[in-house]
């Protein structure tokens, strides 16, 4: 989920720039079993880092860590992911489930689904997901999601989710951004109080998981979201690229291709780029 790699002082958002609604704490995101534990950062190398030393340490499912600055955070691939300060929302969950090694990324499309439902919900906006880790607004980059396992004996210790979103900035005004980045500002054209949107992602978020801790699947809703399906893509993998029609995705939420010779190739991880542009978002 690669977003800035440069930014120019002035796009820096100080906290008291932002509405007074706009600062994270702790009381302002309500309960739930993924807000068990809060904690809000005003900055840190990485929430993932943050929620990856609690896990160690032995706490328990649910924690949520947040932060208003990411010095170092990082996306797939250990791409950067930047933000301007207290623009965005920056977060990660831990998360102990009990499912079987194959099933260990399904976490990922709880959070993701919520993420998207919970952004159409607040901001009214048709978010998308591409796959495997972007969030899509009207075909544009507003977010990604980054996980990250903790293995034990061949068993799941934990799942760390990582979560950036972004919010309160125009992603023209930040050097590097790329062109099919965008915000929830730029597309709302005006601020959105980050707690509220917080708040509605993280209550969209753990109905999917329970549903994942019961032995559910999320494959059909996961589907329906992503633009991915249907479209031509280029997938590339440390040993090479190749092209294929995206077809559908299976339990594990991996992706299958339909290869130019008809076969079927089914895809764990990987970059993909929409070839097609064909207008859908």
Known sequence: MTNALKMPRDALLPMNSLSPNDPLEPNSLGRGPLRRSVIILPECSSTNDEARALAEAGEPEGALVAADFQRAGRGRMRRAWQAPRGSSLLFSLLLRPELDLSRALNP?????????????????????????????????KAGGILCELGLECKSLKYVIVGVGVNVNFDPRAVEGIPPDATSIQSELGRRQPRAELLRAILGEIEPRYRSLLRGESLRDEWARALATLGRRVRVMLADGDFSGMAETVDESGALILKMDDGSLRTILAGDVVHVENDGRQ
């Open 108 to 140: 990922i499309m709880a959070v993701s689904l919520g993420v998207a439902e919970g952004i159409r919900r607040v901001c009214d906006l048709p978010a998308r997901l591409k796959w495997p880790n972007d969030i899509l607004i009207r075909g544009k």
